[in-house]
């Protein structure tokens, strides 16, 4: 085996395990781009009211009344 056939091969592989670690992350992507689509938590921060059900209402009362608790604390932590 000459000095050109295992550069080839070494290409070769080189190249399978670059597509594959392509392939893997463009899946991760996806797979966290779907589970963040599901999330909540943007409606149920945002300052506006809620229009969902009453469940949803709660939700975005409580969540809005924990951030009011914390947000004091953090804010004497670390002064901007």
Do not use: C
Not at 1 to 11: E, F, G, V
Not at 38 to 65: I, K, T
């Amino acid at each position: 085996m000459d000095l050109r056939a295992i550069a080839a091969r070494t290409r070769y592989w080189q190249g399978l395990m670059l597509g594959l670690v392509v392939a893997a992350i463009i899946n991760m992507n996806d797979a966290t781009t779907a589970a963040g689509d599901q999330e909540p938590w943007p409606e149920l921060l945002s300052n506006g009211p809620s229009d969902a059900d009453a469940d949803f209402a709660a939700l975005h009362q409580r969540a809005v009344a924990a951030l009011e608790r914390l947000a004091p604390e953090t804010a004497e932590k670390d002064p901007l």
